[in-house]
């Protein structure tokens, strides 16, 4: 049977290179006929796209998929389930050596539908925001922003500060050097921090 090896290779150590060179090692001791992407193109500096023709060309002339662990988050594998589904490939699971049945169908799944999807995060920019906080906190202490007299107005006041500065065309403020949206981001914070409080006392009130 002639299998070919699908597994992630884009932003793993090496292209992932040596578990394709293990695992085509193993399963030819075996006595399978093993096609290996790590061997149909070994160049590692062509575009992506070249390296998919020759893989999902491999792909079609083969009997079977086996696939290397990871393959659920590499979208080339994706890509070639797909080609070896549409040529009614069969699929294996690898597993140090041993090839195990897979219902492709139902593999890899996980349901994440509601979900907070956190990757889509701008880490930059919400990192823009801590370093607000963190300058409020070097000059006022952590958390002193509950303390406040009348923390609400003035914090809303202060937001609107910020935003007409913005829009009126100043992006730094002043006195911290950073960015005033960051700083209109800090105060949203606050002021959605006084509103779950708020909501939180009301309803443990209400459930009393």
């Known amino acids: 049977m002639k299998i070919y090896l699908s597994g992630p290779m884009t932003g793993i150590k090496d292209y992932n290179y040596p578990a394709f060179e293990l695992a085509a090692q193993r399963l030819r001791k075996a006595g399978y006929d093993i096609v290996s992407p790590r061997e149909i193109t070994p160049e590692t500096h062509l575009a992506r796209e070249i390296y998919m023709r020759h893989d ?3 792909v079609c002339q083969c009997d ?3 696939l290397l662990d990871g393959w659920e988050k590499s979208d080339g594998c994706k890509h070639e389930i797909i080609v070896g589904k549409a040529c009614g ?3 294996y699971k690898y597993n140090d050596g041993v090839l195990n049945d897979i219902d492709i169908d139902n593999a890899g799944k996980k349901f994440d539908t509601g979900k907070l ?3 889509h995060m701008r880490w930059g920019e919400l990192g823009q925001i801590m370093e607000i906080l963190q300058f409020g906190a070097n000059k006022y202490g ?3 922003f509950e303390k406040v007299d009348n923390a609400e107005s003035r914090y809303k006041s ?4 910020h935003v007409i500065a913005y829009v009126n065309g100043e992006e ?3 006195e911290s050097g950073k960015h005033h949206l960051a700083h209109a981001g800090c105060n949203v914070l606050f002021l959605l921090h006084f509103t779950n409080n708020r909501r939180k006392k009301c309803n443990q009130l209400i459930s009393r």
């Open 64 to 66: 079977a998929i086996a």
């Open 56 to 58: 999902l060309i491999a």
């Open 172 to 174: 730094n403020d002043q």
């Open 158 to 161: 202060a937001l609107l500060r």
């Open 117 to 119: 999807e956190w990757d």
């Open 142 to 144: 952590w958390d002193n």
């Open 89 to 91: 490939l069969k699929f």
